[in-house]
T-cell receptor, first 117, second 113 residues
């Protein structure tokens, strides 16, 4: 158990809809990352938050947005969903901004599997 | 353009033998490298890391080698065990530019009993 909690684990929705994925980081971790893993693809970095502020942006579509709340949990909002948005969405957290103090370790949740029909 | 490449989508190794997983990168600013292991229906878990000031890091059965001039790193697992069967992701970070970790596409390792 990494200590990172993601909900929901599975989500099935239709094209054009909007969904929200939620992530609770490990206790004490200030950084939250979102990654997308499409079928047989690597982990694509979407966005990073540190202590409530956006710190880095990757290949995140304009239809997607995220935020990190004062209690440090984060939400990833996906709107106007398309078939190609079907993927595993992972949240990860770390102690410091990006790199954990000693090992540079990101702690990943189990992911939210989104299926768009 | 993929900055981190793992050119072997899959690898099969006999139990007890050595597994060698390879990773190449293109961004010369990368200075921190990690390997993650992922089982089905689970999130990736950290395995081992190496800083660019080193060329080798060892942790039990796992050793990571870094060749900066070739922009290449490899993960050696010896001896390989059936429980090592998983997808292995190589990741790199450029701490100067910021804190993003760029992941490779992964290599699926199958250790045969």
């Amino acid at each position: 158990d990494s200590g990172v909690t993601q909900t929901p684990k599975h989500l099935i929705t239709a094209t054009g809809q909007r969904v929200t994925l939620r992530c609770s980081p490990r206790s004490g971790d200030l950084s939250v990352y979102w990654y997308q893993q499409s079928l047989d693809q690597g982990l694509q970095f979407l966005i990073q938050y540190y202590n409530g502020e956006e710190r880095a942006k990757g290949n995140i579509l304009e239809r997607f947005s995220a935020q990190q709340f004062p209690d440090l949990h984060s939400e990833l909002n996906l709107s106007s969903l398309e078939l190609g948005d079907s993927a595993l969405y992972f949240c990860a957290s770390s102690v410091a901004q990006g790199v954990a103090l000693n090992t540079g370790e990101l702690f990943f949740g189990e992911g939210s599997r989104l299926t768009v029909l | 353009d993929q900055q981190v490449k793992q050119n072997s989508p899959s690898l099969s190794v006999q139990e007890g033998r050595i597994s060698i997983l390879n990773c190449d990168y293109t961004n010369s600013m990368f200075d921190y490298f990690l390997w993650y292991k992922k089982y089905p229906a689970e999130g990736p878990t950290f395995l081992i890391s190496i800083s660019s000031i080193k060329d080798k890091n060892e942790d039990g059965r796992f050793t990571v080698f870094l060749n900066k001039s070739a922009k290449h790193l490899s993960l050696h697992i010896v001896p390989s065990q059936p429980g090592d069967s998983a997808v292995y992701f190589c990741a790199a970070s450029a701490t100067v530019e910021g804190q993003n970790f760029v992941f490779g596409p992964g290599t699926r390792l199958s250790v045969l009993p």
